[in-house]
């Protein structure tokens, strides 16, 4: 099942879903002809039988445990289940114990062994006092981990996402792993201990398999790398450390960059950083890991429980509307100022391939909402949701159609609310981020011409200027693996998602959104540049593919139809993974563009279309507009910057780090989308700038 560390496993379920290592000949292709992702896809002979286990754990979670955790959760509170959790984990000492003395880690099996009996004569189980007082972590081995150390191959995928044994291998131990748990031999004593387990896990479970066009993929591919984590024993700090030095000859320790120099250009509108301490552009981009919820799992109750009030997953609304007939309804949340009717309303809309359940949005919602704005969250323009429900275009990425297609939606949704909640705000704000924003900027271009909408302010956070170079960026970043070769930069990637989990602590905390740690340089990456411009590409990658396949769902996207199927989609998959974002650009975009105005466009004019010097004239004389901008975001070119500044002068202001998003976590940040969107001409500087982290 999923881990604990939610808010880094919903980063990691989307951004490194479907990084699992399969060897050559289980391919039977040649590694020049495959694209990274089939390479390390792992092989699925049995994708039919798995699927229908698959979808069957999905009924059964949401039909059955669902119910059941809502009446359990209501009657057991957190730290009983906690407690509980406790207590079924220590009695079920003997597998990793054994599995720890057949691997010859003889040092883990006695403390496996010193554990439970501490444990048990202390607290019964129930709680942990061989961690707290005497520094006895928990060791986790169990006997497909035995199995590896001998040397035993996975084998083919089997398996269901609740399941650990995701491979023929892992499966075969999870028998002896049952059979060595005294649970198994109490009636009852699985099932009670499944039910206090996944209480923990659900909404993360729930929130992975509504935020994918297809979660068995994603469950599968996330589940096979979490296992070879953990059969390298990179769930462990000390062990990636010894194994980074063997991988790289020394252990990578986050290094910090120069000082970066402002341009005569942008010194007007430019905000200092002095404690951000960069590692350059693309492991920057990453720290929006730090961006999370605030209210979570912060109740005396669990979430699936009717007491649980102050999560704020319990503070949205989900809702759905109509926005084309004989569609699938556009999902969307609504987070309302409580007896505040004329409460300020902010749109958002999140960006590449993003969910209107998505983590960045969801936090982004949050802030705003403790600060007085009732919030929508839509899914982006350019994203598989969306397109199904109210895309009217083959082939989204164009912003000019997109943009069309995104005032028809809120249009529908303003509608929905003014109908069932009667709101008649006192403002209303697009606000959008990344591909988001020049969405937003499109739209304002657009309500100039015709207001339908009825906006007050827009605000544009990080958003690229021409589209199409920007994504198109993203195959370089993409293509960082071919420098590398398959095995090594599987094993890079493996390492680097593993220390999201090894080395994440739990000084990560916030308060009233400035972010608090003794030392601010915790805030760092422990990853390269090269790592994480292959991580970044492959997420956008994976964003991509489930647009171009929620396209051909729709059966009038794509020309050359292939099966979609539910229970069989690796012929889809093979076919959409050998395309890249210029391919899509110029065999998609440009020729369903071509096709519908009857022009001959080359991918250089077409791009001019979607870039915002397109829209010059009309944002230089709105003065609704914002834009908050990083001075390093590496889907801008200093060119553009430039431009960028003279067009807007002081409504923009570009902060000197945070690359493409990552410095969504600063209250520097955060103060500056506040005055953005509140009343006001310009974009003044915020009070001591230099105080980005509280005290």
Not at 46 to 51: H, L
Not at 106 to 131: E, L, W
Not at 614 to 621: C, H, M, N, P, W
Request: hydrophobic share 40%; with cysteine.
């Amino acid at each position: 099942m999923l881990r604990k560390k939610i808010s880094v496993v919903c980063f990691s379920l989307f951004l490194f879903a479907g990084i699992t290592y399969a060897e050559e000949n289980e391919l039977g292709r040649n590694e020049s002809d495959l694209d990274f992702s089939q390479i390390i896809v792992g092989n699925d002979p049995i994708e039919p039988v798995n699927r229908f286990l698959s979808g069957a754990e999905s009924i059964f979670m949401r039909w059955v445990f669902r119910p059941v955790g809502y009446v359990y959760g209501s009657i057991v509170p957190r730290p009983v289940i906690k407690s509980f959790n406790n207590f079924t984990s220590n009695v079920a000492f003997p597998a990793p114990m054994l599995s720890s003395f057949l691997q010859a880690k003889f040092a883990d099996g006695g403390i496996v062994f010193s554990r439970f009996m501490i444990n048990t004569i202390m607290t019964a189980g129930f709680f942990d006092p061989a961690d707290y007082w005497f520094n006895m972590k928990p060791v986790r081995e169990d006997f497909g981990q035995a199995f590896a150390s001998w040397g035993i191959g996975r084998g083919f995928y089997v398996g269901v996402p609740s399941m650990y044994g995701n491979n023929v291998r892992d499966t075969v131990g999870m028998i002896f792993d049952t059979a060595l748990d005294p649970k198994t031999y109490i009636y009852g004593g699985q099932y009670f201990s499944f039910v206090n387990r996944v209480m923990s896990d659900y909404h993360a479970y729930d929130q992975a398999s509504l935020e994918n066009w297809d979660a068995y993929y994603l469950f599968r591919d996330f589940g096979s790398m979490a296992r070879d984590i953990k059969v390298r024993d990179w769930d462990k700090p000390q062990t990636i450390i010894r194994d980074e030095i063997k991988l790289k000859g020394a252990s990578v320790s986050p290094a910090v960059l120069p000082v970066r120099q402002c341009s005569n250009e942008l010194k007007p509108r430019y905000e200092p950083m002095p404690r951000y301490e960069s590692q350059g552009a693309p492991t920057d981009t990453l720290r929006i890991l730090l961006f999370q919820v605030q209210a979570h799992n912060s109740d005396l109750w669990p979430r699936l429980s009717l007491w649980n009030t102050t999560d704020l997953v319990h503070q949205f609304d989900n809702r759905s509307v109509a926005v084309i007939a004989e569609r699938p309804q556009l999902k969307y949340r609504y987070l309302q100022q409580k007896n505040e009717k004329n409460a300020p309303l902010v749109i958002l809309v999140p960006g590449f391939g993003s969910s209107y359940i998505g983590t960045t949005s969801s936090a982004l919602a949050e802030m705003l909402w403790e600060n007085g704005y009732s919030v929508v969250i839509m899914s982006s323009p350019f994203s598989w949701e969306f397109v199904q429900s109210a895309g009217t275009t083959m082939a989204p990425g164009f912003p000019p159609d997109d943009a069309a297609d995104l005032r028809h939606a809120i249009q529908k949704i303003i509608e929905d609310l003014e109908n069932n909640y009667e709101i008649r705000p006192a403002a209303k704000v697009l606000a959008g981020y990344s591909m988001g924003g020049i969405y937003s900027l499109f739209v304002a271009a657009q309500e100039e011409r015709n207001n339908s909408l009825g906006i007050d302010k827009y605000l544009a956070i990080n958003p690229p200027v021409n589209l199409v170079s920007g994504i198109c960026q993203l195959d370089e970043y993409y293509d960082t693996w071919k420098k590398w070769g398959r095995e090594l930069a599987y094993e890079r990637v493996l390492m680097s998602v593993a220390k999201h989990y090894g080395l994440w602590n739990d000084s990560f905390q916030w308060h009233g959104y400035s972010p608090l740690a003794g030392d601010h340089k915790q805030y760092l990456m422990h990853i390269e540049n090269d790592e994480a411009k292959l991580l970044i590409g492959y997420s956008f990658k994976r964003s991509l593919v489930e647009v171009m396949a929620a396209l051909l769902s729709r059966n009038d996207a794509l020309p050359e139809a292939v099966n979609y199927g539910w229970f069989n989609r690796q012929e889809l998959y093979n076919m959409l993974a050998g395309m890249n974002f210029k391919n899509y650009a110029e065999q998609i975009m440009l020729k369903q563009f071509n096709r519908n105005n009857q022009s001959d466009y080359s991918l250089k004019q077409f791009s001019a279309l979607a870039d915002l010097h397109a829209i010059e004239t009309s944002l230089a004389a709105n003065n609704k507009i914002r834009i908050i901008h990083s001075a390093d975001d590496f889907l801008v070119k200093d060119s553009e910057r430039k431009w960028l500044a003279k067009t807007f002068g002081e409504r923009i202001v570009f902060l000197q780090y945070g690359a493409h998003l990552g410095n969504l976590y600063c209250k520097t940040m955060h103060d500056y989308i506040l005055q953005a969107i509140a009343h006001g001409n310009s974009m003044p500087y915020i009070d001591s700038p230099e105080e980005i982290f509280s005290k």
